[in-house]
């Protein structure tokens, strides 16, 4: 069981926006704004496409943007793209003595 | 070209002990903590270990610590893993990652400075513990 919980999966059509969150507690997601987010194709490494909750590196389209309320954080995609369709994770710094955490990860589908 | 490149992967019995290597470039190794992350079949991923620029600090998962230890020769710009004990719970792809925070700035540098954040992903060298 992953310390920070996420959809098994969402899906939404080329064009369209989706929400993928992130819950976590007070001692990760809700302390701290060390939250980020990875993307993992199918058979890939991940790749970082937010970090500090809403920051994009370079590179990441502005059509990938964070939030934070609380205990919960949130990716958004918007504009949906075929090539959106992979693995998505998030991850957060916590003051237990593992350090990092992890969601155990959403499956994108686009329909 | 900024890369990381794993090695040392393997297949291994429970309790013997495999060293991996993860060598970089492109970039100034020596200026950046480095994690490793593992991701079993099918699963999640799961954060294993980081050490700090210069080597000074380590910190691990409750799930490896006492029995894998990293380290890092900033001359050959290679990160290591090694790692003792294994069981067949450490069957994985294992990942070197480089923190996305330089611990150097304006030419001074801190151990302590990380981002817990990865922006450099190696392609993975898979580990499995089996008898």
């Known amino acids: 069981q992953s310390a920070l919980t996420q959809p098994p999966s969402v899906s939404g059509s080329p064009g369209q926006s989706v929400t993928i969150s992130c819950t976590g507690t007070?001692?990760?997601?809700?302390?701290?704004?060390?939250v980020s987010w990875y993307r993992q194709p199918p058979g890939t490494a991940p790749k970082l496409i937010l970090y500090?909750?809403?920051n994009r590196p370079l590179g990441v389209p502005d059509r990938f943007s964070g939030s934070k309320s609380g205990n919960t954080a949130t990716l958004t995609i918007s504009g949906l793209q075929a090539e959106d369709e992979a693995d998505y994770y998030c991850?957060?710094?916590?003051?237990?003595?593992?350090?990092?955490?992890f969601g155990g990860g959403t499956k994108l589908t686009v329909l | 070209q900024v890369q990381l490149v794993e090695s040392g992967g393997g297949v291994v019995q429970p309790g013997r002990s495999l060293r991996l290597s993860c060598a970089a470039s492109?970039?100034?190794?020596?200026?950046?903590?480095m994690h490793w992350v593992r991701q079993a079949t099918g699963k999640g991923l799961e954060w294993v270990a980081v050490?700090?620029?210069?080597?000074?600090?380590?910190y691990y998962a409750d799930s490896v610590k006492g029995r894998f230890t990293i380290s890092r020769d900033n001359s050959q710009n290679t990160l290591y893993l090694q790692m003792n004990s294994l069981r067949a719970e450490d069957t994985a792809v294992y990942y070197c990652?480089?923190?996305?925070?330089?611990?150097?700035?304006?030419?001074?540098?801190?151990?302590?400075?990380?981002?817990?954040?990865?922006?450099?992903w190696g392609r993975g060298t898979l580990v499995t513990v089996s008898s």
């Open positions: 990652a480089k923190d996305f925070v330089s611990a150097c700035t304006s030419g001074h540098c801190s151990s302590t400075r990380l981002g817990w954040y990865f922006d450099l």
């Open positions: 492109g970039f100034t190794f020596s200026s950046y903590g």
């Open positions: 050490i700090s620029y210069d080597g000074r600090n380590k």
């Open positions: 007070s001692s990760d997601v809700g302390g701290y704004n060390r």
């Open positions: 500090e909750v809403t």
């Open positions: 991850s957060s710094y916590t003051s237990s003595s593992t350090f990092v955490v």
